[in-house]
T-cell receptor, first 111, second 114 residues
């Protein structure tokens, strides 16, 4: 079945550091790919998405590029802030099947 | 615009008790789903619905029932609570079941079963 693998956390960075959270997927066909973010005590919200190969999703300084050849959708940000501390989930959806999530990566940014 | 509303926010049950977690959305979304979130496990799908009157099982449906009598509401019932059901539960909705659709999540219900 479809699956998402993302790097284990937690990740701890200093403010203004570069962030990469790796995400790879297995799916039949051509799924849509998503990054969701969960701030402390809240539900998940969409951070960005890409629906076809080579698409780049971007939002709030975060970026991820849909790489079909490496089945990857790595999340990057050039300069993290304390307010970016959260749990980040990579997810995919193929056809009409339900959304499939990775296990999440907790990011802590220290001043 | 309320979005996806879950009640209650917190609940403590004793083993064997039953309860219903409520979920309502005001966006006229056809697709609704329930997830549970456990440490180190990410989000796992319990049940989902593609429209009123239609439900289906997800990855971890045992011990849970759902029904969808209206577009707006998608309650999750625990028939006989067990400690293994201690978790945070999230309801989500999207416009349809389409591949590119964004899912909108409620704030969650934190459930403890003693």
């Amino acid at each position: 079945g479809d699956s998402v693998t993302q790097m284990e956390g937690p990740v701890t960075l200093s403010e203004e550091a570069f962030l990469t959270i790796n995400c790879t997927y297995t799916a039949t066909g051509y799924p849509s790919l998503f990054w969701y973010v969960q701030y402390p005590g809240e539900g998940l919200q969409l951070l960005l998405k890409a629906t076809k190969a080579d698409d780049k999703g971007s939002n709030k300084g975060f970026e991820a590029t849909y790489r079909k050849e490496t089945t990857s959708f790595h999340l990057e940000k050039g300069s993290v802030q304390v307010s970016d501390s959260a749990v980040y989930f990579c997810a995919l959806r193929a056809g009409n099947t339900p959304l499939v999530f990775g296990k999440g990566t907790r990011l802590s940014v220290i001043a | 615009n309320a979005g996806v509303t879950q009640t209650p926010k917190f609940q403590v049950l004793k083993t064997g008790q039953s309860m219903t977690l409520q979920c309502a959305q005001d966006m006229n979304h056809e697709y609704m789903s329930w997830y549970r979130q456990d440490p180190g496990m990410g989000l796992r799908l319990i049940h989902y619905s593609v429209g009123a009157g239609i439900t289906d099982q997800g990855e971890v449906p045992n011990g849970y029932n759902v029904s969808r009598s209206t577009t707006e509401d998608f309650p999750l019932r625990l028939l006989s609570a067990a400690p293994s059901q201690t978790s945070v539960y999230f309801c989500a909705s999207s416009y349809s079941g389409g591949q590119g659709d964004i899912q909108y999540f409620g704030a969650g219900t934190r459930l403890s079963v003693l």
